[in-house]
């Protein structure tokens, strides 16, 4: 999740992103006027994860998350939904632009520099990545914290299984295991490894919100599973990754891209593998069909 530097100026100006919390909805809407609550809620809480219990903390206040029925209200009138692809959306104050026209052959590092960082999930991973990196995590946890958010360009819901689908023929096994389970294992806390539920939920899906069954299911099934610590590791190195300020390049992970991604000679979208439509999508989010 990329933080605009326009969004972060005018949380400041509303008093930071503590106070921006404490706002009532509608005096929210009120001095936002045309600005989209929901991804202001979004940017917010993105900054401030890791960060609120100890504001709120500071300030003597519990911050007060909204409910499931909060945050369902919010759907009538919106332009989008919110599962839709980082990569397609606009808002009111940040509308879409033409996009940089993509190389013939395209690499992991131009879908990096020309698509995700517009799609802005760039800033999250590779802090992620980074994290993991200095934790001492073996390459193929690095490697899928650095890919695990990405597919968020094309689609949020489910974006663990879309992510792990996108990547599956170009890298580790287990890379693939870490992007795909580490979306349900976000819901479950396991304090033996460092991971705790995260206040970024209570916001994002209501304080009230419990994991549907299919997630439940998968849960038990992964917490079993010889490869477990793989996802638990996407989600611990995850959870404090949100910084608006850290300056962050591919720089370190080009050797490791290097062993474990097989790119494809022919370029990402035009292989022929079973994923290239999903590639080509990203390559041209403004094709009409
Ligand atoms: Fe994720
Ligand atoms: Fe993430």
Not at 93 to 101: A, D, V, Y
Not at 130 to 146: D, P, Y
Request: hydrophobic share 40%; charged share 25%.
């Amino acid at each position: 999740m990329l933080f605009d530097i326009d969004r972060r100026a005018f949380i400041a100006s509303l008093g930071g992103a503590a106070a921006v919390n404490l706002m009532s909805h509608e005096a929210r809407a009120d001095a936002l006027e045309e600005y989209s609550i929901r991804k202001l809620d979004e940017d917010v809480a993105s900054a401030q994860s890791g960060q609120a219990r100890t504001s709120s903390a500071a300030a003597g206040q519990a911050e007060k998350f909204p409910t499931m029925a909060d945050i369902e209200a919010r759907i009538d009138g919106s332009p989008t939904r919110r599962g839709v692809g980082n990569l397609f959306v606009g808002s009111s104050t940040r509308p879409i632009t033409r996009l940089e026209p993509m190389p013939k052959r395209p690499t992991l590092t131009d879908f990096f520099e020309k698509r995700f960082k517009v799609a802005g999930s760039y800033n999250h991973v590779l802090q992620s990545a980074t994290r993991a990196l200095k934790t001492g995590m073996t390459e193929e946890v690095i490697l899928a914290c650095l890919l695990h958010d990405v597919a968020q360009a094309i689609m949020r819901v489910d974006h663990g299984w879309w992510g792990a689908q996108l990547f599956e023929p170009y890298i580790p096994e287990k890379s693939a295991f870490g992007i795909r389970y580490h979306q349900a294992l976000r819901f479950y806390a396991d304090e033996a490894n460092g991971y705790e539920y995260p206040d970024l939920y209570r916001r994002t899906f209501g304080v009230d919100y419990t994991p549907e069954p299919y997630i439940e299911d998968t849960y038990k099934m992964v917490r079993k599973h010889k490869w477990y610590i793989e996802p638990r590791m996407v989600t611990v190195n995850d959870l404090y990754a949100f910084d608006p300020n850290a300056i962050v390049t591919m720089d370190p992970f080009v050797d490791i891209i290097g062993r474990h991604f097989k790119q494809p000679k022919e370029g990402l979208g035009f292989d022929n593998s079973p994923v290239a439509h999903m590639w080509r999508s990203i390559a041209f989010p403004d094709h009409p069909l």
